[in-house]
């Protein structure tokens, strides 16, 4: 791999076409580029103002009924993420433009607060980060993350969470305020506990150590947190499963769960070529054995199958996480959601 062509601190490196766009810059015919059309991209913030926040999840399979997003794009830049195909909707890039041009909803709390008070809305949790982190690095400056848990707690309507970063602590206040009433879940992704592979498969997540000690942290503050060891990518992080699911159930995860990998749309492009570059040496073994779960290819929408794989490699995977869980996680489970306090209508708004 040629250092001086790799964007460190990005997961991908190349820009994919987008199906939505008329016209778009290609490099197939580079001998007539006079400079190259790709450079280490700057992280860029578009604004944008939506008249809702809130989403149903029609997807049997996802395990959440509504989920919230503030952010669109997400500078993590974990290489395999499905959100990016969802970045084209917006006119970019699912590869380098999905984690540098990161779209931020400045009205998402008022936006919340708004769905809340529906008289027709009944309580269902709210996953806030169905797509793209709420804890990536901007919302340390920018806080609409922080906004929307207030009115959550507010109106103390339950909710989960889910992130790789542990930015997440900055809000233990209202974590545990919520949690005193069941009302809330969280949930650390932990892929891998290898940092060589982390910085270049997740390149701007926290450390595998950090994420667990915001487990341990969580815990220890009466919030009741799992991990979730996805995606599971064969010949990458596969065998790490009893390190990871051990290690979570050393911090104080109450549960865990897992996902195999899929590369639907973009992604797919976008994976093989930073396989290719990170691990020309195992590139075929990983790449045929992720189509071996998914019926020959490496993309996957059928519902059931597009989450957990197929086949025998499929349910090796399964067989390894199913003894792990049981060893470590024996009688462990997150307590219930409770939906009897949620303040219908509301109190005194907070814009």
Known sequence: MDEEE??????????TGNKF???????????????????????QLFYETPKKIVNKVTSPDLGMAYSTNPYQGCEHGCIYCYARNSHEYWGFSAGLDFESKIVVKKNAASLLEKFLLNPNWEPVPISVSGNTDCYQPIEKKLEITRSMLKVFAQYRHPLGMITKNSLVLRDIDLLTDLAKDNLVHVYISITTLDESLRRVMEPRTASALKRLQTVEALAKAGVPVGVMNAPIIPGLNHHEIPAVLKAAADHGAQTVGMTIVRLNGSIGQIFEDWLRKNFPDRFEKVWNQICSMHGGQVNDSQFGRRMSGEGNFAEAIHQLFRTSKAKYFKDRRMPPIDLTKFRKGGNLSLF
């Open 6 to 15: 790799y964007f460190k601190g990005r997961g991908a490196q190349i820009k």
């Open 21 to 43: 766009l008329k016209a778009q810059y290609v490099e197939e015919h580079i001998e007539g580029l006079d400079e190259p059309l790709l450079t280490a991209p700057t992280t």
